[in-house]
Structure formats: C-alpha cells, structure tokens
C-alpha cells in the first residue's frame, strides 16, 4: 500500500521504488531486466513506531530509527543472539601480531540492491562518512575512535581516514592508533552500516541529504524502502531483489507511528498491529503476553546515577544513605512486577566476568542509612537540597523513580524530591543543580573492559557529563585491561576489579540488567534481537 495515496499497489519494479517523495520506474534504479524476489503471499508484518520521526537516515548511530537499521542495511559483521559475532559484509578478519594492524575481507557476493558490486571502497568511504561531523552520528567513536587518522575527520580537518586503505583485491588494511586486541568486535555492528558511497556522499565528503529516501538501489540490506510518508509517520519496505543473503520471508513490513503507549499496547492486543519498535511499560508482560517482552540479556544496564559534584551528592555519607535507603528488590518489582528486566547488583552483565563472586552488593540497610545521613555534613533531611531526577521518560521509569523517593521518605525523612523527562525542562539554576540521572550504559562488544570504559572511565561521557566521577585507580585498571587478549583472563580479572572499586564509591542505585525484548506477538517469528539492538536476521521474520 502506498502510504501517501492508501491505494493497493502490486509487487511490481516501479510499486517497489514508490517513495513518499513520488514515483520513480525500476529501470532507472535496477536497469532493465530487473528482478524482484517474491516473499511468501501474505506475509505482511504492522508494526508501530513510538515517535513521528523525521530522520531515517542509516547513518546516525542511534535514535528511534537505528532500531530497524538491519532491515534495509547491511553492516561489516554482527553479533547473533547468542553474542556470536557472525559474517556479513566482511568475511574475515586478521590482526597482526602487535594488533596494531587489521586485514579485512569484504564478501565477494555481497551486491546493492542494484546489483552492483559492495567494494572495500564503499566500507571505507561509509566508515568515514559515518565519522565526518556534518552526518552527526550518535556513537561512531565506538566503532572507529581507535584508527589512524580518525580524529581529523571527526573534528572536520579531513575527509579521508588515513588508516583505512581499500585495497584492490577486496582487502581492507586498517591501522591503528594503539593495539586493540578486540577491534574486530567494534565493527560487528550498525553504528555505521554500509552505503553505496556514489550516491551518499558528496563531492565535499557529506553525506547527501536524504540519499536514503531515493529510488538509487543503494540499499545493502534484505529490504528496501518502498514508501516513506513523514509526515503521517508511516514507512513500508519490500524485499531487496538483489541482497546477498538468504531471500526474505516477509513480502512486507508496514510501519506506523502511535506515540501514545496506551493506545499502542491497545492495538498491538487487537492483533492490529504485531510488532514494535520499543515499548517499556511496568505492566507490558501482563498486557501482552511473556513471548511479547522476551528476549537474550544484552550487556545494557540501567541505573540511577549520582553527580559527586553537586550538592549534597559532593558528601560520600549522603551517597552511602540515599543507596542503603532503597530496597532493591522492592524496586525492580515496582518497575517490572513480571519481568523482562531483572534486577542487578553491578554495572557489568551479559558480558565474561559479570559473575564477579567477590564484588559484594549494596545491602538494604534502612538503619544504617539514618545513622550515615546524621553523620554527613548536612546532618539530616532537613538541610538537604531538593533532589531533582532527569531522564524520567517512561512509565516504567517514572514508577522506580517514585518508588525511590518513597523509599526516601519512608526511610530518611527526605520529602523535596521533584523528576522530569529531560534536563532542559528544568530552567534557571535548577537545571544546574540535577544530582541524580536515570540512564543507560553497555557496550557493544561483549567485554567487560569496553563496557567500564564505556560507562565508569573517566574518559567515558557517563563518568563526566552525570557523575563528575573520576577516580585514577578504576581508569589504570581499566586502562590495562584494555591492553590484553580477549581470551587473556586478566582482560576479565582487572576490569572486576576496577568494578569493586567503582562500587565503594556510592555513586549509583543499581536498578536492572536489560532484557532485548522481541516486542512482537507470540505469532511472528525471527524477532529475535542482539546487543546492537537489532533485528539479528531480519530475512527469517514470518507471521504463523
């Protein structure tokens, strides 16, 4: 169906390059001759977008849209379910003996939708479009931060990585800054999915403004773009005549944006609509069935981070109490009575070393809490500042922070506490005097190293834009780990270390270890998703 007409179209060349920005006939894209795999009769998935978003450009690093990244668009490698990195654009990968150095082979069969060849040139130029400052994408210093030349194009003095070379037989050679024994696990994502780079990129080294959204074939994944209206909030792709990997199930996939969680766990109850983006409510299981909200556990933790710098979190007592006042048990079942997520203990899971049988969790010690706030340099709950929450965006979000400052009190005495979705909602020297933040941290690897340096390093923008946290024993451990084999079990024993002193440094409310929900009904298969947050084989979706 056309989005922007309602009207019934067939399967055909030109119905499967119908984009919301008009019509254009297959021949211009795929030439003559063109061929367009029919999926199974029928199998059309609805599913619902939480936002009207206006930007589905693939190249963004995150957002609502990065969600169905791996629909239409192919990346180096990818982690499956299970966190088994697995081949897709690249075939192998070898490091030198120093890991300063990476061969890589990009797959001979991998094609664009309009049959031409995927190239190493391609990997390279979309890895250094996806770092010019201009696409502004999210989270590529994850993926690239570490090869040669990589700043001068993030900082906008060059266009070209100079540690990336494409090589003439399909080869890349990538250098490195400094040895990364795991590197080849940082590009096992969608961060920065490849594009042909004739089309999305410029002549100046940008990105084309809605080269997505054109009938170019330059699409790397099992789908395509078929329609996109973004102004109704309603995309629709089809199958990738030309995609390199195994023929897709679905004939379609139908997306239609419905903010209101409400009406969108209503319609997805009806059997309406079968799938969605992201739905986080309290009740979701109870609404929508345990096989709705399952899914493997992801190495993405949430937690309630505390801002040392900022009163009265500046007093270590204040930090022990407000953490000892909360029961976490009590917590979880507030938040998510029937699951996904469960409660955690520690910064690391889903990762080697998340097991940590020394590390010794916060306890639920209410008397104790009262005894250390009398003994803080505030003396008690009444010369407390208010203690302002942020990123209190969600239902279920709302229903812990709530809870917390029952908790507070219930257990301390504490009755000025106030919460907003954002930080800008505050104004005036409210928006400076945040102390507590409601957010996420993990990793894209499945490493505990990466994942400290990602959320408790100094370094990390957890550690300096929330909890003004620095600490110089946790970032030589983390440092060091870094250094090591990813099958070196010092990697693992240096980072648990690191974590047992980040823990005695009362600067967190440990809430839950995340779940990647499938969210979608019990009869569609292949949702099943992996620690980037994709859909891990999107040509296995089927409707039963």
């Not at 309602?6 to 211009?28: D, I, N």
């Not at 999210?138 to 090869?147: E, N, Y």
């Not at 104790?368 to 279920?396: C, H, Q, T, W």
Request: net charge negative.
């Amino acid at each position: 169906m056309d989005v922007k007409t309602g009207e019934r179209t067939g399967l055909t060349r030109r119905g499967a390059l119908k984009l919301g920005l008009g019509s254009v006939v297959a021949a211009a894209a795929f030439g003559p001759g063109a061929r367009i795999v029919m999926a199974q009769e029928g199998q059309v998935l609805k599913a619902i977008n939480p936002a009207f978003s206006q930007d589905w450009s693939p190249l963004r690093g995150g957002g609502v849209p990065f969600r169905w990244n791996s629909v239409w668009n192919a990346s180096a490698m990818y982690f499956n379910e299970k966190g088994e990195i697995q081949p897709y654009v690249l075939t192998e990968w070898t490091p030198s003996a120093d890991y300063l150095t990476w061969t890589l082979k990009v797959n001979p069969d991998a094609k664009f939708a309009d049959g031409s060849a995927i190239t190493a040139a391609d990997v390279k130029g979309s890895w250094e479009l996806s770092a010019m400052p201009a696409t502004q994408n999210q989270r590529i210093d994850q993926v690239l931060a570490g090869v040669a030349g990589y700043g001068a194009v993030k900082d906008g003095s060059a266009t070209d990585i100079s540690g990336i070379v494409a090589n003439e037989d399909g080869t890349l050679t990538v250098t490195l800054a400094s040895p990364d024994p795991i590197f080849f696990q940082r590009l096992a994502n969608h961060i920065a999915p490849i594009v042909k780079v004739a089309v999305a990129r410029g002549a100046d080294g940008n990105e084309v403004p809605d080269f997505f959204l054109a009938a170019n074939g330059a699409t790397s994944g099992p789908f395509m773009l078929e329609s996109a209206n973004l102004d109704t909030g309603e995309l629709v792709w089809v199958p990738n005549p030309n995609f390199f990997g195994p023929a897709p199930k679905l004939a379609r996939i139908e997306l239609t944006a419905v903010e209101d969680n409400v009406t969108a766990t209503q319609m997805l109850a009806s059997g309406e609509y079968q799938a969605h983006t992201e739905l986080v409510t309290s009740t979701i299981v109870l609404d929508l069935g345990a096989e709705f909200a399952a899914g493997a556990e992801i190495p993405t933790s949430q937690h309630f981070w505390f801002n040392t710098a900022r009163a009265p979190m500046d007093d270590p007592k204040v930090r022990e109490a407000l953490i000892l006042a909360v029961d976490r048990e009590g917590l979880i079942k507030a938040s998510f009575p029937d699951g996904p997520h469960q409660k955690t203990d520690m910064v690391l899971n889903a990762v080697p070393g998340a097991d940590d049988p020394a590390f010794v969790p916060y306890p639920f010690d209410p008397e104790r809490a009262k005894a250390l706030l009398a003994e803080s340099s505030y003396g008690g709950p009444e010369r407390l500042p208010k203690l302002m929450f942020v990123g209190i965006s969600s239902p279920a979000n709302e229903a812990a922070a709530q809870y917390i400052a029952e908790q507070w009190r219930q257990n301390l005495g504490i009755t000025a506490v106030d919460m907003k979705p954002q930080q800008d909602q505050y104004s005036g020297p409210d928006q400076n005097a945040i102390q507590i933040f409601r957010d996420d941290v993990g990793t894209r690897v499945p490493d505990a190293a990466s994942y400290l340096a990602g959320s408790i390093a100094s370094t990390s923008g957890n550690a300096t834009g929330k909890m003004s946290y620095k600490n110089d024993k946790v970032d030589a451990l983390i440092t060091e780990a870094l250094t090591k084999a990813a099958d070196d079990p010092a990697r693992v024993a240096l980072a648990q270390e690191a974590q047992r002193l980040f823990r005695d440094d009362f600067c967190f409310i440990p809430w839950y270890k995340q779940t990647m929900s499938r969210w979608a009904s019990a009869n569609v298969a292949g949702m099943e998703k992996n620690l980037d947050w994709q859909v891990v084989a999107p040509w296995n979706i089927a409707i039963a």
